[in-house]
Nanobody, 122 residues
Framework: QVQLVESGGGLVQTWASLRLSCAVSGRIFSSGWFRQAPGKEREFVAGITRAATNTNYADFVKGRFKISRDNIKNMVYLQMNDLRPEDTAVYYC??????????????????WGRGTQVTVSS
């Protein structure tokens, strides 16, 4: 049984940094972070392969966010820098036991955490 638990969200000011963590129980292949802002659909943010050899990012976070994973600690991380008010959303950790690519869609991910709120004030 795969379980994902996010932590690390919070309220920060514009240009601040946050690191989100996702504790993984069970074995997953690719993993990723998605986000959902109020009134909007859930969207892909970043993905990473199991061996962390390949990553993929949404255009709106390239150069600001970095995804990483530690398979010894069973953790997936999202380092977020230069945060902007438009980054405000609930951030979800997701995983798949089917796909091995870093470019994940909602339907690719069978496992989801409950989310952690990130709020960026202007």
């Amino acid at each position: 049984q795969v379980q994902l638990v996010e932590s690390g969200g919070g309220l920060v000011q514009t240009w601040a940094s946050l690191r989100l963590s996702c504790a993984v129980s069970g074995r997953i292949f690719s993993s990723g972070w998605f986000r959902q802002a109020p009134g909007k659909e859930r969207e892909f943010v970043a993905g990473i392969t199991r061996a962390a050899t390949n990553t993929n990012y949404a255009d709106f976070v390239k150069g600001r966010f970095k995804i990483s994973r530690d398979n010894i600690k069973n953790m997936v991380y999202l380092q977020m820098n230069d945060l902007r008010p438009e980054d405000t959303a609930v951030y979800y950790c997701a995983g798949t036991t089917t796909f091995t690519v870093p470019a994940l869609t909602l339907r690719d991910c069978a496992y989801w955490g409950r989310g952690t709120q990130v709020t960026v004030s202007s």
